[in-house]
């Protein structure tokens, strides 16, 4: 498999308080890989970090390409999706124009996805798609951001907790199309508390601790 999406030493800070030390990760196409950790252990953090969303040293690589010092609207054009904690979704939009607005063209040799392909991941969406995003459930909220982080047409996708705050039954469904999207050979980086997510999906499962990354899995068995 090869490798998409590269961190080297990479530190991040919140003004001069530094949140993440030295951490080095590589996922690769077809890849889940779950990082676990309490909360405030620096998981949402190295989300951040990968997204560009806050200062940091070191490098961040796409394909192979150097994005450290990138946007994050640069980061997503050559192919990094990040689904935040919150959602993010346009609430005064419908379930429809959260997705269209995202649509990127086509890469070449990966898969396309469009509105359509999308309720096909997610059928819950479709009967919706005129409902504004205001308006949807929790778990419905969090499969249209990652439709929409789909509609990007990503080469790696973060997702941080995305099971945060919904039930049970969309959790499996969470499940069920992460394993879809790994099928389809997109890189996965998730970030996540709940077994229940993590060990039916992960390939590999890291931990992370006071803004370390554990070189070794544990955390939870996985498939």
């Known amino acids: 498999m090869s490798v998409v999406l590269q961190a080297r030493r990479l530190c991040a800070f919140y003004g001069r308080a530094q949140a993440l030390f030295d951490v080095d990760l590589e996922v690769a196409a077809g890849e889940i890989v779950a990082l676990v950790g309490r909360n405030g252990a620096g998981k949402t953090t190295l989300m951040r970090a990968l997204a560009g ?3 940091t040293t070191g490098e961040v690589l796409l394909d192979g390409v150097p994005v450290s010092g990138w946007r994050t609207d640069r980061r997503v054009q050559a192919g990094l999706a990040w689904v935040p904690e919150d959602r993010r979704i346009f609430t005064q939009l419908t379930a429809r124009q959260n ?14 996805w469009t509105a359509e392909r999308v309720y096909e991941l997610f059928p819950e969406l479709a009967p919706l798609e005129r409902r504004p995003g205001g308006a949807l459930s929790g ?25 945060e705050g919904v ?12 394993r879809a999207l790994r099928a389809e050979g997109l890189a996965v980086l998730l970030s996540e508390q709940n077994e229940a997510l993590v060990a039916p999906v992960a390939d590999r499962c890291l931990c992370m601790d006071d803004g370390v990354l554990a070189p070794a899995a544990a955390a939870f068995p996985v498939s």
């Open 139 to 163: 778990g419905e909220q969090q499969m249209l951001a990652i439709g929409r982080a789909l509609m990007t047409q990503p080469k790696v996708i973060l997702l941080d907790e995305p099971s």
């Open 167 to 178: 039930a049970p039954i969309v959790v499996q469904r969470l499940a069920e199309a992460m």
């Open 53 to 55: 969303r806050v200062a």
């Open 99 to 112: 997705l269209e607005v995202a649509e990127a063209p086509p890469r070449a040799g990966a898969p396309v």
